[in-house]
């Protein structure tokens, strides 16, 4: 099993519509946890992190289930803008970060 | 925001050959830097993670001989892949860690060996 698990999508989507990534991760000592996006051919940059009592950026919210290991990222009122990849990655002791796969978003007009 | 440079950004090499990337840190100083590989349509793999002043830790799968990895200052990480073939062919991406939780991706060097 994947450290990090994610619907790779993709997820073709309205402007306008909102959507929800989800994510999993199998180590439980696992201790930070982030939304990063990556636009093709380029770095991932850092979306947000997340918390066990969820953190809102805008449109953006994220939510962490401990218990369930499970991270959520919902995107409202999409944009052109937003098409590209989530990356959900999870931190590990000693710093490391893991990486899903990714979601790949594509918002259209 | 932190800056972490990347050099080349894209390395075109003939197979059998070596080729070394750098990883610096332009305003900060980073005892820790992480090198990445990542495949089309595949998330980032953690290749080795790279210490100052001492021996990198590779991941599981990731030949050491290969991959020879310098951390010689706090700001410089240098990956040199050696004996490259074709299937080395990748995007490979550093990070440096800031401290906590703050870590910062380079900009990747896309290596193609042909």
Known sequence: RKEVEQDPGPFNVPEGATVAFNCTYSNSASQSFFWYRQDCRKEPKLLMSVYSSGNEDGRFT????????????????????????????????????IFGKGTTLSVSS | ?????????WVICKSGTSVKIECRSLDFQATTMFWYRQFPKQSLMLMATSNEGSKATYEQGV??????????????????????????????????????????????TRLTVT
Not at chain 1, 62 to 78: P, T
Not at chain 2, 1 to 9: E, I, K, L, M
Not at chain 2, 76 to 100: K, N
């Open chain 2, 63 to 108: 030949e050491k001989d290969k991959f020879l990895i310098n951390h010689a200052s706090l700001t410089l990480s240098t990956l040199t892949v050696t004996s490259a073939h074709p299937e080395d062919s990748s995007f490979y991406i550093c990070s440096a860690h800031r401290g906590g939780n703050e870590q910062y991706f380079g900009p990747g």
């Open chain 1, 62 to 97: 994220a939510q962490l289930n401990r218990a369930s290991q499970y991270i959520s990222l919902l995107i409202r009122d999409s944009k052109l803008s937003d098409s590209a990849t989530y990356l959900c990655v999870v931190g590990r002791a000693g710093t490391a970060l």
């Open chain 2, 1 to 9: 925001g932190a800056v972490v440079s990347q050099h080349p950004s």
